[in-house]
């Protein structure tokens, strides 16, 4: 896995998200109730920009159809039996990370 530093990261004491770019990757950063998360920046029901939603109850919210998926394990809401990509985030001394996982890091761990 490679780590990714984001600059400009928002305090988290207030909610955000913010669509940001790691390992070519579209992703989202999410400060919510003072911890960081980091999901696709795609939907996976029909490829909306989740950055232009919102977060409620430590789900991020599709701004197209309202789907919900939880910030930590990527589990789409009830009846949905979708996820969507969800990444680790690491803080540092130095600043925020996001951990990117290649192919090649999937197929060693079985894709889990
Ligand atoms: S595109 Fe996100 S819920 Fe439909």
């Given at each position: 896995?490679?780590?990714y530093?984001i600059?400009?990261v928002?305090?988290?004491?207030q909610?955000f998200?913010?669509k940001?770019k790691a ?8 400060g919510?109730?003072?911890?960081l998360?980091a999901t696709?920046a795609?939907?996976p029901?029909a ?9 409620v109850?430590k ?12 910030l930590e ?5 009830e009846g949905q ?10 803080v ?14 999937k ?5 889990k």
């Amino acid at each position: 896995m490679k780590w990714y530093k984001i600059e400009d990261v928002p305090a988290a004491d207030q909610p955000f998200i913010k669509k940001v770019k790691a390992g070519g990757k579209s992703i989202c950063l999410v400060g919510f109730e003072e911890k960081l998360y980091a999901t696709s920046a795609k939907c996976p029901h029909a490829g909306a920009d989740m950055s232009e939603g919102l977060c409620v109850r430590k789900m991020i919210v599709c701004p197209y159809h309202r789907y919900t998926y939880d910030l930590e394990t990527g589990k789409g809401g009830e009846g949905q039996n979708d996820f969507i990509e969800t990444y680790p985030v690491d803080v540092r001394e130095e600043g925020v990370f996001v951990g990117v996982a290649s192919f090649w890091d999937k197929m060693r761990g079985g894709f889990k």
